[in-house]
């Protein structure tokens, strides 16, 4: 239809690692947003960043719009070590829906996300995506770190609850 936006998860690739540094600013491992982390061009390397974009359907070009890094361990444990949106603020809908894609399509067994304690706004994303829940915590100086864990059965019984409506 013309003038709708279409939005898609792609792959990165090593020519969009200049576009996510220099669009998104605060990321899940850097709350503050003032590193940077080097790796984004090997996990493009290694399939192990996935993009969310939008095409503008008036000029026809391709717009960054988040991003989540991740690693599948050989137990079968999707491990996600970065995520971002554009601009100075996460996107919580965004975040939500990139990991929502890699839970959907790589089917873990389980995964797992760190958090740093002090960076509320990601607490929040990652306990509000059904079938994460905190599980722990550890000390990585100089920060305490929060540990999320997600499941199968604990994401089936929360969109179960959620699913359900009230008896007629």
């Not at 444990?77 to 601009?87: F, M, P, Q």
């Not at 306990?127 to 059965?153: A, C, D, K, Q, T």
């Not at 604990?154 to 699913?163: D, M």
């Amino acid at each position: 239809m013309e003038g709708e936006v279409g939005y898609e998860f792609v792959p990165a690739t090593p020519a969009d690692v200049a576009a996510l540094r220099s669009q998104i600013r605060v990321t899940l491992s850097h709350p503050e947003g003032r590193a940077r982390r080097e790796g984004y061009r090997a996990a493009a390397e290694r399939g192990e960043l996935l993009l969310l974009v939008h095409t503008d359907p008036r000029d026809h070009t391709r717009h960054l719009d988040g991003f989540v890094e991740w690693h599948m361990r050989v137990d079968d444990v999707l491990v996600v070590r970065d995520a971002g949106s554009v601009g100075d603020v996460p996107r919580p809908a965004i975040i939500k829906h990139l990991i929502g894609e890699l839970l959907r399509s790589l089917a873990p067994a389980a995964a797992v996300v760190k958090v740093r304690r002090d960076a509320t706004v990601w607490n929040e994303i990652i306990g509000s995506i059904p079938g994460f829940e905190l599980v722990g915590e550890e000390y990585r100086r100089p920060h305490w770190i929060n540990v999320w864990e997600w499941s199968r059965e604990r994401a089936a019984r929360a969109g179960g609850r959620r699913r359900r409506g009230p008896r007629r």
